[in-house]
């Protein structure tokens, strides 16, 4: 890993900041269609919650304290108890997943669906691509992934487990 100073962490940095304008209006555009998608769940009769992340982190099982792996959304406290109601009223055994890349990042909402209370978790969040391979890798030796909610404080909200998780992997670490 570059040390700070070190030229690897100031070109990644320079490609980031190169990447400004349309990193923003990428991301703008993925809250936009959160909550377009979330209006509609809410015309066809369900409860929605949309929520932007505040980070959000591929993980794998090396990173951290525990063997959590999965996406994990990092959420404003001011979320944090629409997520926890909605969480309460469902199982959430199904979801749906949009995904963009743009410039090796990737831009994800997932929407956690409970169909039999009508409610949906949508989630919008961004991370960079090269970062998911050790979520990959741990997804399938399990044969699940996961998606992780928390605040900033570090306190997990929930946690769901997604059978068929392709949809939620980048195109590039797909078999």
């Given at each position: 890993m570059p040390e700070i100073g070190d030229d690897g962490d100031a070109d990644h940095i320079e490609r980031i900041a190169d990447k400004g304008e349309t990193l923003k209006s990428a991301w703008s555009q993925t809250n936009e269609d959160m909550q377009a998608m979330a209006e509609q769940r809410r015309e066809n009769g369900w409860e929605a919650v949309a929520i932007p992340a505040v980070h959000t982190a591929p993980t794998s099982r090396d990173a951290g304290d525990d063997d959590r792996f999965g996406i994990v959304y990092v959420i404003p406290n001011n979320y944090a108890d629409d997520f926890s109601e909605a969480l309460e009223?469902?199982?959430?055994?199904?979801?749906?997943?949009?995904?963009?890349?743009?410039?090796?990042?990737v831009f994800l909402v997932v929407e956690l669906l409970d169909p039999e209370t009508e409610t949906a978790i949508l989630l919008a969040g961004q991370y960079e691509l090269h970062n998911a391979q050790g979520m990959v890798t741990a997804a399938r030796d399990e044969g699940a992934l996961y998606t992780?909610?928390?605040?900033?404080?570090?306190?997990?909200?929930?946690?769901?487990r997604h059978e068929a998780f392709e949809p939620l992997v980048p195109e590039r670490y797909r078999v």
């Open positions: 009223r469902g199982e959430f055994p199904r979801f749906e997943a949009y995904r963009n890349e743009i410039d090796g990042f992780h909610v928390k605040v900033l404080d570090g306190t997990i909200l929930g946690s769901i």
